[in-house]
């Protein structure tokens, strides 16, 4: 009996520890298995991690150094301690807190034409380029590079608002940051090769979202986050001169560290182009059928390439594809705008500083990060719920279901007059998180892997006009209707979402029939089978054709 008893603790003490010493193996496999598949992702994380601090802090210390710039030496004010009167010009519903508001909205339209038109130009060649013999990897540095000098002006401009003015150096920041291609291009191709890693899940038919979009989306949420997060605690340990400078500081060193990240550690996802072309340069004894950087750049026939490179980016939008693809690809594109609309919280922090918020620096940042937080698990959670179910086209479900809920945000917003019906509508944020990976996952299932990079610059481009849309249109409202309705725009903003909520609607419909011909539970990736010219291959095929004796 005892050594039945002996012997039947040791085998149960046996299998335990095979149970575990299972479980170890198989979790660590786990974690070599993801490990060895991450890519770009970090990049993401990191990027928006440091660009999210920089753009938490931005606002807040525009709305302090504008207020200390126009309000000091003032004699006609009469005003003591400028530093105090800043403080508590939120509680004072005044033609002083009208005046600074106005300047603050004023210039915020010549800082987005500086960060933007550049950009349209500089991304569209280096999305071709990325397309063609230049890869992901180079032009996605090049634009880390821009942004890490953005990051450092904006430490410069922090630094020195007591003896500089700070809008010429916020100016050169984002007009440096435009002409090294961006957030377009930093996204255009992280995004770019989170999809060319992905390709193979793709499958034909299938509209679920892919894990791997969804969570590179949430990552350019969770990193937004984690920035105002850190943000918000250098508001609490340093006074607000130092806070600013430690932040964006902060900001600059993520950047530095995401350039380390990707010269090292990112994979190049797009090689057949450069692979063909080197084929092409042995067979042929050319050494002109690979385009370097400083070629692009200052050869002699660099506008004229520059310029086809830009008119591919179009062609990509115009190549006919079977039944109504095409229509429904550009459609979304101009759909998409509405997303920059629904997640634009410059405005809000003009509203919610006066009567009857009045909200301190504080309970912004708060807000802030609880809508982060909102839209980010919603862009993981939400798309995975919805791939739970049999619908046609849980793609086109995702984004219209997100739409809805980004259009009842805005207009709740515009009706609000207490804290406490805000911070509902961040709660809301949840479903409007899916419109970010539902567009990312469905548009590329239309195009093939060698327009990527270019469906996801024409993705940023559209992005990027829409913060000069809104600054022009908003900001005009906003002016107009700020003594009887500040938050007006906000329901101007809902009833946009709502049309194009219609719009998306007659898109689901018109590829309704596709997908019950296809006999499929989402979308069918319907591209031409036809490699026609819009890439750099081209060059390898007619070298082939005419070779050099």
Request: glycine share 6%; with cysteine; aromatic share 12%.
């Amino acid at each position: 009996m005892a050594v039945a008893t002996e012997t039947g603790a040791v085998v149960e003490v046996g299998s335990r520890y095979a149970a575990l010493h299972f479980l170890r193996k198989r979790c660590g496999q786990g974690c070599f298995s993801v490990l060895r598949k991450t890519n770009a992702e970090p990049v993401i994380l990191l990027a928006m991690t440091g660009y999210g601090l920089i753009t938490a802090v931005t606002p807040l210390f525009l709305y302090w150094v504008r207020c200390i710039k126009m309000f000091s030496n003032r004699p006609d004010l009469h005003i003591e301690n400028v530093t105090d009167f800043c403080l508590h010009l939120k509680d004072d519903n005044s033609t002083y807190l009208n005046a600074m508001e106005r300047d603050i909205a004023t210039h915020r339209i010549y800082l987005q034409l500086c960060a933007t038109v550049p950009s349209l130009f500089i991304a569209s060649i280096l999305g071709a380029w990325a397309d063609g013999s230049g890869g992901r990897k180079i032009p996605l540095i090049i634009s880390l590079i821009g942004v890490t000098i953005y990051s450092g002006m904006q430490v410069a401009a922090a630094a020195s608002y007591k003896t500089l003015p700070v809008y010429p150096l916020m100016l050169f920041a984002e007009l440096t940051a435009a002409m090294c291609g961006g957030m377009t291009t930093l996204f255009a191709m992280t995004f770019a090769i989170v999809t060319d890693d992905s390709r193979h899940e793709m499958k034909q038919g299938d509209s679920y979202v892919i894990l791997r979009i969804g969570i590179a989306s949430a990552f350019q949420m969770f990193g937004t986050l984690f920035g105002e997060i850190l943000a918000y605690v250098c508001s609490e340990v340093f006074p607000q001169d130092e806070a600013n400078v430690v932040a964006t500081l902060l900001g600059g060193c993520f950047m530095l560290l995401t350039i380390l990240y990707t010269v090292f550690l990112v994979r190049e996802t797009h090689l057949e182009v450069a692979e063909s072309e080197e084929s092409a340069r042995q067979i042929t004894g050319r050494n002109d059928t690979s385009v370097s950087l400083r070629e692009w750049c200052c050869g002699a026939d660099s506008w004229p390439r520059a310029k086809r490179k830009m008119f591919k980016l179009v062609q990509v939008l115009i190549e006919k594809r079977e039944g109504w693809t095409r229509f429904c690809l550009n459609m979304s594109l101009l759909y998409i705008f509405v997303e920059v609309f629904a997640l634009d919280s410059s405005l809000l922090l003009l509203v919610v500083k006066r009567p009857p918020f009045s909200w301190s620096d504080e309970t912004w940042s708060i807000y802030s990060i609880s809508n982060n937080l909102s839209f980010s698990i919603g862009m993981i959670v939400f798309p995975a719920l919805i791939g739970q179910t049999k619908w046609l086209g849980k793609d086109s479900l995702l984004i219209m279901s997100g739409m809805l809920s980004a259009a009842v945000i805005s207009i709740i917003t515009s009706f609000a007059r207490t804290t406490e019906l805000l911070f509902i509508c961040a709660g809301l944020g949840f479903f409007a998180g899916g419109i970010s990976p539902g567009f990312r996952s469905f548009i590329p299932r239309m195009v093939r892997k060698d327009e990527t990079a270019r469906l996801f610059t024409a993705f940023g481009v559209v992005i990027d006009l829409c913060p000069i849309l809104s600054a022009l249109l908003f900001n005009s409202i906003f002016n107009a209707t700020l003594h009887f309705w500040p938050s007006f725009v906000f329901l101007v903003a809902g009833i946009i979402m709502l049309a194009v909520l219609c719009g998306q609607c007659v898109n689901h419909f018109l590829m309704l029939p596709v997908w019950l011909q296809q006999h499929s539970e989402g979308f069918e990736p319907l591209v031409a089978e036809a490699v026609d010219d819009i890439s750099d291959t081209d060059a390898y095929d007619r070298l082939l054709q005419n070779p050099v004796p």
